[in-house]
């Protein structure tokens, strides 16, 4: 998903003409501690609250106002993953986006960012969530991609993660079933580690004690 698919629609911007009392009363009511300064299409860099509380006279103009923030921005043609980095590393409100020919388009915002997340997780479709652990060097989605969809099963995400002081990953794989005691018992078969599953309909959390279940009942 592309950044400029999630611009807000909330009129965010701030213009050198406007007086440092007007910037103070929209902070105010968007409740966000950063606001776009644009001149035109130009983006001349996000203006704080602090920035504002620091003037003695809120009649000046924010023309005279010194931007204390690093100048950043993204353009609309990145992807959110690229909005989401940026959000963790200076954990602003939003983001200012330009397009190919440097003009401000609009701003995105964390919520509009992690809407933009949960969609591309699927995490709004029903289904099953797997976690697997595995070394490093083990990591290959494409058999497991071949033992879930053995199964009669489709994957929708997946993401991995890098155990902290370890060679191993965590794979985490979001299924289109809720029913995946036949995916779990084939990926033990496989040898592979299921660390934990979630959303699957069962009320057990071992599920090492579920896959015993299962196969005293299938005679393996």
């Given at each position: 998903m592309f950044i400029g698919e999630i611009i807000t629609t909330l009129y965010t911007e701030l213009r050198p003409s406007d007086t440092v009392e007007f910037a103070l009363n929209k902070v105010n009511e968007l409740h966000f501690h950063q606001l776009p300064v644009v001149k035109g299409k130009e983006y001349q860099g996000l203006l704080t609250e602090e920035d504002l509380l620091s003037v003695e006279d809120e009649t000046d103009l924010l023309s005279e106002v010194k931007i204390t923030l690093p100048f950043i921005y993204l353009y609309d043609f990145q992807h959110i993953y690229d909005a989401l980095q940026?959000?963790?590393?200076?954990?602003?409100?939003?983001?200012?986006?330009?397009?190919?020919?440097?003009?401000?388009?609009?701003c995105i915002t964390q919520k509009d960012v992690l809407i933009a997340i949960n969609q591309t997780l699927s995490n709004q479709e029903k289904g099953a969530i797997i976690v697997l652990e595995m070394e490093d060097r083990d990591n290959?989605?494409?058999?497991?991609?071949?033992?879930?969809?053995?199964?009669?099963?489709?994957i929708l995400s997946t993401g991995v993660r890098a155990i902290a002081e370890s060679s191993k990953v965590e794979l985490t794989i979001k299924?289109?079933?809720?029913?995946?005691?036949?995916?779990?018992?084939s990926l033990w078969r496989?040898?592979?580690?299921?660390?934990?599953?979630?959303?699957?309909?069962?009320?057990?959390?071992?599920i090492q004690e579920r896959y015993n279940l299962l196969m005293n009942y299938l005679n393996i």
């Open positions: 940026y959000l963790e590393t200076y954990q602003y409100d939003l983001l200012p986006i330009l397009n190919k020919q440097n003009q401000y388009v609009g290959s989605l494409t058999h497991v991609a071949h033992i879930i969809e053995s199964e009669n099963c489709k299924v289109n079933k809720n029913n995946i005691s036949s995916v779990l018992a496989h040898d592979y580690v299921v660390k934990a599953s979630f959303n699957d309909g069962s009320d057990q959390n071992d």
